[in-house]
């Protein structure tokens, strides 16, 4: 399933019309210890660029933004317990949440694999 | 690990890592005493206060509680115990230099204290009658007149309870004279520098407004330029901490406040740093329309571990008819107490219970007066004197990223800049706690990397500054030649690091036992 | 000047390091001509620390202190008897002169106190977690509008009239910028508090029910009836007390169902002070923890293990969250709330008991004589340890005379309410375990000689 990447580091893996949201490894590592992810509610209509979730460390908040549009479907139900999961598998276990996309075109302005990684390399 | 220890009143000791045990059978170490906490000590049953010996007489139609409050009591010898050996592990002023910059943490008067607790000010209500606390009337207007002349503005809100109060109550007022000017709905945006304190983009939001930000240009102060160019007919003001949270006089302020002023802005000064030119600079001639002062920075109050504090604010002619209730009025006919709306029909609102901060107008009219016109101007020059000399004796061995922008002014800033890698700002901090000094401010402002902010304040010795120095200079010595010692710091504290991730993850607020 | 170390040969030599000429030299950045170049003209000079304290004696010394006068004043602050050993152990400089604890390893006497009060203050309501304080009674009832709005997503408050007007009006002032609706009930003069008027406003929109208890004329609203009806509405109950030393003998708001309980502190170990300062309460269930306002402390472990005790959840703080905090507000209220837990400590639940018993007998007492007086007549149908009387004339001039004789005969409902000149016959009347029998005759032959 294709992954792509946005310039403020979260991930969105597409399968179909289906989407699964997170951030980097990359962005886990600028925030430290992870102590609570605030995720949005089910349902919730997000447009792009909205703030979807918020997520703690010990001395900073940072906003995640949802990388497309969509209405989410699901949230990572783990995180509540164990936020420190997006610490130690960001881009796999510590997902944030899965999403309908509502225009799939709107993937194209994304980054690719490889286009992310000469990102993160050039900061 | 927890569990007390019954024997020794060995409330926590520790064995992680293998860390050194103390030697002694009670985890106390001479002078060095541990403390259980009140939970693990206290009896329902017991208590420390004598009430008179009467039998209660209840109404039978009050519907009373199904259990007493399940809250430990100690006997007064008990509680004294109690709570002098936690005082014992806090540091204080009164133990030594506090250089936390942008909190102004100097000496605090025990004559305010004796002055606060006379029984005139103490014991008396809020909404006793005018004509039984015309004393404590007169103590707001004293200070109220102060406040003025000292700032040169036309009036002052003297209720707000705190600085982040204070702006709250300066922001409503500028709201409140855009919507009496129909442009409320319009003027929306405040303008905030990026090195502001947090406090202001939260207030300017609560005050019903959106943020916008503004950068700082590469001497410290406010981009000029920029601010100017994002002036407009949706900006309400701007807030402008002056001198700044880089412990600099913003040159341009009366540009500044021209420009804005001229654009159907107001602009709000973060008083924060007041101090610095009290008695040598009145902001009124700077062109700004309100600004709260902090009587526990500025005049002294003590910070009591965390508040109360106290943020009256002055206002210019153009806010000050929507300064909020109550107000006091000194005039020729005596000092009375104005409390009606009716009374005041533009204040935009009440921004608490009652009048103020008493406790606080009394101790801080109590330095004021103690000082005069002429002391304070002296604590202004004492204060950034000491802060220069903090500059200049540290500049060889601390990265001091705005030394050639000019003097500084209550406060010097210096950065991380050439520690050895893997040494922060963090591991100089936590090394001042092991030589015996409270850390300056530490990554704060956010726009210089690892920001160490020293703030001496007026009421320390040369000698008290040199000691300190001292401390200074060998911990930098130590951070640019990587000592890992340091970073083990603080090891002679009643605690070591502590792992503040672990309390954020499973927060435990209150004691369960 | 004794505040000043600095003399003048340190500061040539100081100027000297720095490489300055003069202290002038370090204000060259003020614009030229906003620069003072002497004090301010037309203010005093610094003055003798015994000046000072005869100015400020003379000052105290024109007022009518409740040490003096036979005392009845309550309406949100109350005369309780501190002991000595409280204002003793606030005055100890490592409480008084600490800054708030962001150094824990050297804060841990500050930050323990205030893990036992949040301890404190989360069991006296009922609840399961409160925070280290607030300004005070009336911005923490706002601060829980506001976390209540946050929680339900929804911007609509109603507030009983029974609500202390100043609290309504703080509320109503910041509501004004943020945007929300509040529908605040009239206070009304009867028997009983509004619980019906405010059960029949509560809608599909409202986030919180606000209710004070007992209320501003010290009547006990029904909590649980109210809370099973915002509950049924998706609104959260807010409980506010303004008189702490009531839950000794009635029933804390938690455990009627309040989702939110807040409150003025005041009462206890802070003293009277002509308003300020005093102490925000603020207590809740867990499930809004990281939408509470305020400082809160947690416990933790050091590096070795021990036990100890920080400032946590500062995510939700104005200096990391900035225009997206969930307050402005920076401090907390910590020697009050200081005060505050050693009082609390030093009665334990018997003596917090004891103290509400004696409280309550006295009011008792004072309402059978006042109720007595002829012309006056005691309009609730039941208390705590405040209640309002109905009087022949307007409360605010009874009040004047009684002062004229010395005696501090309670607060006017229309100090509270200066618009509404039918409640302007009513008079509040409070009394605490200080009133003895001697101020009740007092103020019964007083108050009938003034109506006479």
Known sequence: MPRYFTRDHEWIEVDGAAARVGITHYAQSQLGDITFVEVPAVGAVLVRGDSASVIDSVKAASDVYAPVGGTVTAINPALEEAPDLVNSAPEGDGWLWDMDLADPTELDDLLDAQAYADLVAAL | ????????????????????????????????????????????????????????????????????????????????????????????????????????????????????????????????????????????????????????????AMSPKAGAHGELCGLMAIHAALDARGEGDTRRVILVPESAHGTNPATAAFAGFAVAGIPAGPDGRIDLAALLARLGSDVAGVMITNPNTCGLFERDIKTIADAVHAAGGYVYCDGANFNAIVGRVRPGDLGIDAMHINLHKTFSTPHGGGGPGSGPVVLSAALADYAPRPHVVGDETGVRLVEAAADLPQAFGRMCAFHGQMGMFTRALAYILTHGADGLRQVSDDAVLNANYVLASLRDVLDAPFAGSGPCMHEALFSDHGFAEGFSTLDLAKGLIDEGFHPMTVYFPLVVHGAMLIEPTETESRAALDQFLGAMRSLAVRARAGDPALRAAPRHAPRRRLDETLAARKPRLVWRG | MRMLPLGAADRAAMLATIGAQAIDDLFVDVPAEAVLHGPIPGLPLHASERAVERHMAAL????????????????????????????????????????????????????????????????????????????????????????????????????????????????????????????????????????????????????????????????????????????????????????????????????????????????????????????????????????????????????????????????????????????????????????????????????????????????????????????????NHTWFNEFALRLPRPAADVVEALAARGILGGVPLSRLCPDRADLADVLLIAATECTDMHDIAALAAALGEVLA
């Open chain 3, 60 to 379: 105290s010394a024109q007022n009518l202190t409740a040490e003096q006068a036979p005392f009845f004043c309550g309406a949100g602050a109350y005369r309780h008897h501190i002991p000595a050993s409280v204002d003793h152990l606030i005055q100890r400089g490592e409480f008084l002169t600490a800054y708030t604890p962001y150094q824990p390893e050297i804060a841990q006497g500050t930050l323990q106190v205030l893990f036992e009060f949040q301890t404190q203050v989360a069991r006296l309501f009922g609840c399961d977690v409160a925070n280290a304080s607030l300004y005070d009674g009336s911005t923490a009832c706002w601060e829980a509008i506001a976390m209540a709005t946050r929680v339900t997503r929804r911007n609509r408050a109603v507030l009983s009239g029974g609500l202390h007007p100043h609290y309504a009006e703080t509320a109503a002032t910041m509501a004004r910028f943020a945007g929300d609706d509040l529908c605040m009930l009239p206070t009304r003069a009867e028997a009983d508090s509004d619980d019906a008027a405010v059960i029949a406003a509560i809608d599909g929109q409202t986030a919180a029910v606000v209710v004070q208890y007992p209320d501003v004329m010290g009547r006990i609203p029904d909590l649980a009836a109210i809370a099973a009806a915002a509950h049924a509405q998706g609104a959260l109950l807010i409980a506010v007390v303004t008189e702490p030393v009531a839950l000794g003998l009635i029933e804390s708001p938690g455990a009627l169902g309040a989702d939110v309980v807040v409150g003025e502190g005041q009462a206890l170990g802070v003293g009277l002070q002509f308003g300020g300062p005093y102490l925000g309460l603020f207590a809740c269930s867990e499930k809004f923890l990281r939408q509470m306002p305020g400082r809160l402390c947690g416990e933790t472990v050091d590096a070795d293990g021990k036990r100890g005790f920080v400032l946590t959840l500062s995510t939700r703080e104005q200096h990391i969250r900035r225009e997206k905090a969930t307050s402005n507000i920076c401090t907390n209220s910590g020697l009050c709330a200081l005060a505050f837990s050693i009082h609390l400590s030093l009665l334990g639940g018997s003596g917090l008991e004891r103290m509400a018993s004696i409280s309550h007998s006295r009011a008792v007492a004072t309402a059978r004589a006042l109720g007595a007086v002829a012309g006056v007549s005691v309009i």
């Open chain 2, 1 to 156: 690990m927890n569990d007390i220890n019954t024997a020794g009143w060995r409330p926590s000791l520790g064995t992680i890592d293998g860390a050194a045990l103390p030697d002694t059978v009670t985890g106390n170490r001479a002078l060095d005493l541990q403390e259980p906490l009140l939970f693990e000590i206290g009896h329902a049953d017991r208590s420390g206060v004598d009430f008179d010996d009467v039998e209660p007489d209840v109404l039978p139609t009050l519907p009373r509680r199904a259990a007493r409050v399940d809250l430990p009591g100690l006997s007064e010898p008990e509680c004294v115990r109690h709570y002098t050996r936690l005082s014992r592990q806090n540091y204080a002023i009164d133990l030594g230099l506090f250089p936390l910059g942008s909190c102004t943490m100097k000496h605090n008067p025990r004559l305010n204290e004796k002055v606060a607790r006379m029984p005139g000010f103490a014991a008396v209500h809020p909404l006793q009658p005018q004509s039984s606390v015309r004393g404590a009337l007169t103590v707001i207007a004293e200070l109220a007149d102060w406040l003025v002349r000292l700032t040169g503005m036309a009036a002052v």
